[in-house]
């Protein structure tokens, strides 16, 4: 009955079928790394919250270079933890990162180099202001950095990727991205491969910054796509199915004239009409 499935149209469909059904198993496969590599971050975007401030350099390794230049990165399993650092700021190259969005507005994040005691430095997120009168890219006023020793506590944040392009105006630093290798070159000493999100500071921090938030990833998004894909790939396999039982059912002559059907769904016959006799008998008869 079905050994029509052995010609060569019916194998083309069967080889495409599969084709396509595995190339959507290994497309939910990537969302299911995607969910997990998700997962882990957050992990320790809340283990950072809770845990206790270490060194700077057990999470971020020394730069080793000389003047503008990056220092290593550090492990994906050292990003968003909690580091202390005690340094200089050098308020002469303060870096305004325009377009930044903060509950719902925009304005710039303030990163200034904290200059440590070896004459490398690490670059500090101070905070996000709103943007002078005049529209959303008017730079801003910046409080002036803490003098003297500074001691900061903070997350240590990856370097954004893309090209940020670095401009300097009205003697700071612009951009749009916080790519770090790109800043450390406009920067007179070597500077560590990563950035710290500000969250205490001694002496205190001017109130006017707001801190940044560490936004989740949409792991569950990913998950979603996971379900959507199986899903896709079970039904391409069960659609081949249903088409191949189809033509074995039309090829032995089965229709759906020969299967059990329930009657009462059919509609009602309408009643005939009536016929001339009836009508006619029916019809009085006038006075004689």
Not at 7 to 19: D, E, S, Y
Not at 92 to 106: M, W
Not at 132 to 155: F, I, K, S, W
Not at 196 to 202: K, S, W
């Amino acid at each position: 009955m079905y050994r029509f499935l052995l010609t060569p149209r019916w194998l083309g469909i069967l080889a495409l079928t599969l084709v396509l059904a595995t190339i959507m198993v290994m497309l939910g496969n990537w969302q299911l790394d995607r969910y997990h590599g998700r997962t882990a971050v957050n992990e320790r975007i809340d283990a950072g919250l809770r845990m206790d401030p270490v060194p700077l350099r057990e999470a971020v390794p020394a730069p080793t270079g000389g003047p503008g230049s990056v220092g290593p990165a550090p492990a994906d399993d050292r990003t968003f933890i909690r580091v202390i650092a005690t340094g200089r700021y050098d308020t002469d190259n303060v870096v305004l990162v325009r377009g930044r969005t903060v509950e719902s507005k925009v304005g710039f994040e303030v990163l200034t180099p904290l200059v440590l005691a070896d004459g490398t430095a690490v670059l500090v997120n101070r905070g996000w202001i709103p943007p002078a009168p005049g529209g959303a890219m008017a730079q801003p006023e910046v409080p002036a950095a803490p003098p003297g020793e500074v001691t900061v506590e903070g997350r240590v944040h990856a370097s954004e990727s893309g090209s940020g392009n670095v401009a300097r105006r009205e003697g700071r630093l612009e951009t749009r991205r916080v790519a770090v290798p790109q800043l450390a070159a406009q920067l007179p000493y070597p500077v560590h491969g990563a950035y710290v999100l500000l969250d205490e500071q001694a002496p205190a921090a001017d109130p006017v910054f707001r801190a940044v938030p560490v936004g989740h990833a949409n792991n569950w998004q990913n998950l979603g796509y996971v379900v959507q894909w199986w899903i896709f790939a079970a039904m391409t396999l069960f659609g081949y199915g249903w088409i191949a039982r189809r033509e074995a059912r039309r090829l032995a002559g089965v229709t759906d004239d020969d299967l059990p059907r329930d009657r009462a769904a059919d509609p009602a016959p309408s009643s005939p009409a009536p016929s001339n006799s009836a009508a006619s008998s029916s019809a009085p008869t006038s006075p004689a």
